[in-house]
């Protein structure tokens, strides 16, 4: 009797018994979830490799990690940078080259109230030897010098750099690039430091990314000719006029462009020295060049002259 009386009284009215249960296991779950706290953070990916082996193709280098734990576990204390997920191909099965597929893990204690989850759980990795290689540098001049200046020579130190990367990505690169070295309004020697380009995520640098560039910047020398010098007689007698058979005076110049350029036949001069000349006639004189300090006289033509010397006639009786 007492077994039929138990059974009786719990299926006595069972339908609002039920229902008061569904309502406490709701209940239950409902202020586990008001307690409960979620964080989502966005963490970097790292890769743990054998030695000897690097990364040889992009991959997903990013997870999202949610905590969700109790007001009390204070989820929302941890950061980013607290917690390490990490992709692990140490172990001997990853000996070879190839793409593999790796289950993510996390590194941080955490309390056990606290729930993980990662997305993505897996991700593909491909992975090749290491290996070195040498290569030149080249250096990247930008822009030109000041007017008139050239840059005539540049020494790089190092000239060579160790490269480590995939063979598959070393195999395609036969030098490094440096950053870029402005060479505007330049009209002096320099010496910079600057840093190499990065040739991707694959390739590093064996050493120092940082090498010193020394550039020789020199005058630019050019030559250009110009005619109708005009002649300038020097320590002539008051009491002569000298007269010489129309000649086309011709003198060629070498300085910078600049220079050369701001430059015009009126601003020349062939000098004949007069000092000489003691009595009417015809003399042959030869004419020397007067130009700036900035200028280098190539040629000049005539070289010699044939000038008349006349006597001025006296103005009086």
């Known amino acids: 009797m007492n077994i039929k009386n138990r059974i009786f009284r719990l299926l006595n009215n069972w339908p609002a018994k039920l229902l008061s249960l569904t309502a406490a296991v709701l209940l239950f779950f409902f202020n586990r979830m008001v307690n409960r706290e979620d964080n989502n953070l966005l963490v970097e990916l790292s890769v ?6 690097t990364v040889s193709a992009p991959y997903k280098d990013k997870v999202l990690v949610t905590l969700m734990g109790d007001r ?29 597929r790796v289950k993510l893990s996390y590194d941080k204690k955490l309390p056990e109230s606290v729930t993980v ?43 060579l750099i160790q490269l480590v990367g995939p063979k598959s990505r070393l195999d395609k690169v036969g030098s490094i690039r440096t950053e870029r070295i402005d060479l505007n309004g330049r009209a002096r020697d320099f010496v910079v430091r600057v840093r190499l380009r990065s040739l991707g995520d694959f390739i590093e640098v064996n050493g ?32 002569f006029i000298p007269e010489v058979q129309q000649t086309d005076a011709v003198m060629v110049l070498k300085s910078s462009q600049g220079y050369l350029d701001q ?30 300090a900035d200028y280098q006289v190539v040629s000049f033509e005539p070289k010699s002259l044939i000038v008349d010397f006349i006597l001025k006639e006296s103005g009086g009786s």
């Open 72 to 100: 009390e576990d204070d989820v929302f204390k941890i950061t980013a940078e607290d917690i390490e997920v990490y992709a692990d191909l140490s172990s001997e099965q990853y000996a070879a080259d190839g793409k593999y």
């Open 117 to 159: 989850t990662l997305d993505p759980l897996e991700v593909d990795i491909s992975i090749e030897e290491a290996i070195e290689k040498s290569v030149e540098i080249s250096p990247d001049f930008s822009g030109v010098p000041q007017e008139g200046f050239r840059l005539t020579f540049f020494e790089l130190s190092p000239s």
């Open 48 to 53: 743990k490799l054998r030695s000897g082996y």
């Open 208 to 239: 120092s990314p940082i090498i010193e560039v020394s550039g020789k910047i020199e005058d630019f020398q050019v030559t250009k000719e110009f005619r109708d010098i005009p002649l300038d007689f020097t320590n002539l007698n008051d009491n």
């Open 263 to 292: 430059l015009s036949s009126s601003d020349l001069k062939l000098i004949i020295d007069c000092s000489r000349v003691a009595y009417p006639g015809k003399y042959v004189l030869e004419p020397s060049a007067s130009v700036g």
